[in-house]
């Protein structure tokens, strides 16, 4: 069975800063990584994937995670982050051709100034 | 796109009373998830449907729960009868049941069962 791991239940960090929010996964097969961010009071929302080709992949707003095969990790980062970054992020897993998307417990960023 | 929409947003009611939770999904999308988030337990998928035909709902925590899809457009998920443990915020996601299954999800109900 797959299961994701994100061991920092909160990051605290202070604007501009960078920062590393971390994700393991286990799994069996080959998988699809996500990120997810949710603001307060809101539902989630797709930060950014890995399906397949570059390790690497970025989002719009300047995070960027990379795929790690052998240390099975998808781990989130920001070289500056800014008030606005403050949410809570969650890393998921799903297996090729499984539609089920498995979610870790969730990492709460939060930016001071 | 009005991405997925849910009713109500807020729900208050007492214990023992049913509760009747509603979800969109965006059009085109043929996969319908309902989730649980509570600060205990986290984000808990409850059931998911493809083509309207439920196909997981090894999540449903028991018989209280259940969860219908009528056609392409709709969804409810329904508590009978409510306990204060019910409490929670309640998430519809819709998806294209190929490629990548990136879900998109709805604003959430929250629910509070007194």
């Known amino acids: 069975a797959q299961s994701v791991t994100q061991l920092d239940s909160q990051v605290p960090v202070f604007e501009e800063a960078p920062v590393e929010l971390r994700c393991n996964y286990s799994?069996?097969?080959?998988?699809?990584l996500f990120w997810y961010v949710q603001y307060p009071n809101q539902g989630l929302q797709l930060l950014l994937k890995y399906l397949s080709g570059s390790t690497l992949v970025e989002s719009i707003n300047g995070f960027e995670a990379e795929f790690n095969k052998s240390q099975t990790s998808f781990h989130l980062r920001k070289p500056s982050v800014h008030i606005s970054d403050t949410a809570e992020y969650f890393c998921a897993v799903s297996n090729t051709g499984f539609q089920k998307l498995v979610f870790g417990t969730g990492t709460r960023l939060l930016v001071s100034p | 796109d009005a991405g997925v929409i849910q009713s109500p947003r807020h729900e208050v009611t007492e214990m023992g009373q049913e509760v009747t939770l509603r979800c969109k999904p965006i059009?085109?999308?043929?996969?319908l998830f309902w989730y649980r988030q509570t600060m205990m337990r986290g984000l808990e998928l409850l059931i998911y449907f493809n083509n309207n035909v439920p196909i997981d709902d090894s999540g449903m925590p028991e018989d209280r729960f259940s969860a219908k899809m009528p056609n392409a457009s709709f969804s409810t998920l329904k508590i009978q009868p409510s306990e204060p443990r019910d409490s929670a915020v309640y998430f519809c996601a819709s998806s294209l049941a190929q490629g990548s299954y990136e879900q998109y999800f709805g604003p959430g109900t929250r629910l509070t069962v007194t």
């Open positions: 799994s069996s097969v080959s998988v699809y």
């Open positions: 059009s085109g999308h043929n996969s």
